[in-house]
């Protein structure tokens, strides 16, 4: 873990401590709450609504901690489930001696 309880490195490096959560993270174009970033859209239009009108985006000064997140994000995930090569040899050893017979196996001094 990172100081100050930041475990990202890209966003711990770009936080600025004189700054808010919402001010440090809506500057690295991230926000803290998803319902307002991305909002319902609502089935009612009110009569008086004029279509003209669009909220302002905020300005993103630290694009580059954005990127990095997408970037990272979009690397494959290495696969941590691999068997060790003694388990490997073990099984292989088993298979090759006792073929299908799982009792015998189970009572093989190698399995314990």
């Known amino acids: 873990m990172l100081h100050g309880g930041i475990q990202c490195s890209h966003i711990h490096y770009a936080w600025d401590q004189t700054k808010s959560v919402r001010q440090n993270l809506a500057e690295m174009g991230l926000t803290m709450d998803p319902n307002r970033a991305v909002p319902l859209i609502k089935r009612k239009v009110k009569a008086m609504e004029v279509d003209g009108e669009e909220r302002l985006k905020e300005l993103v000064w630290k694009p580059y901690v954005l990127n990095d997140l997408e ?14 090569r003694d388990l490997i040899n073990c099984v292989c050893y088993m298979v090759e001696n006792h073929g299908e017979d799982y009792k015998a196996m189970a009572l093989e001094e190698k399995n314990y």
Request: charged share 30%; glycine share 14%.
């Open 71 to 84: 970037g990272e994000a979009s690397l494959p995930e290495k696969k941590g489930n691999m068997l060790s």
